[in-house]
């Protein structure tokens, strides 16, 4: 299953975004624009759209992010995400993949 969804980013059995979950939340700063395109593609729904929105902080919003829709959506989910953080936070992504 090499073509399997969330197996490129793979770390010790971790997918990418739950291995580096702790540095995604303090770091990411450009969460509406994620969660924009989180639901243009599907990948969470508009009610968990407006619960992480509704939140003060980013980091209180990735927290929300993570521990809702990312548990629920799986590798794929996840693969998307890390695709849409690539686009939109890529110094961040590739420092933590040590690039």
């Given at each position: ?34 969660l924009d395109r989180l639901l243009e593609r599907g990948t969470i729904t508009q009610n968990a759209y407006s619960e992480v929105r509704a ?45």
């Amino acid at each position: 299953m090499a073509g399997a969804p969330g197996k490129k980013n793979m770390i010790k059995d971790k997918h990418f975004v739950d291995h580096h979950r702790t540095a995604l939340i303090d770091r990411v700063s450009q969460v509406e624009p994620l969660l924009d395109r989180l639901l243009e593609r599907g990948t969470i729904t508009q009610n968990a759209y407006s619960e992480v929105r509704a939140n003060r902080t980013n980091q209180k919003k990735m927290r929300e992010l993570f521990d809702g829709p990312l548990k629920a959506c799986g590798a794929k989910g996840k693969d998307i995400f890390l695709d849409i953080l690539m686009d939109l936070e890529a110094f961040l992504i590739n420092d933590l993949k040590g690039e």
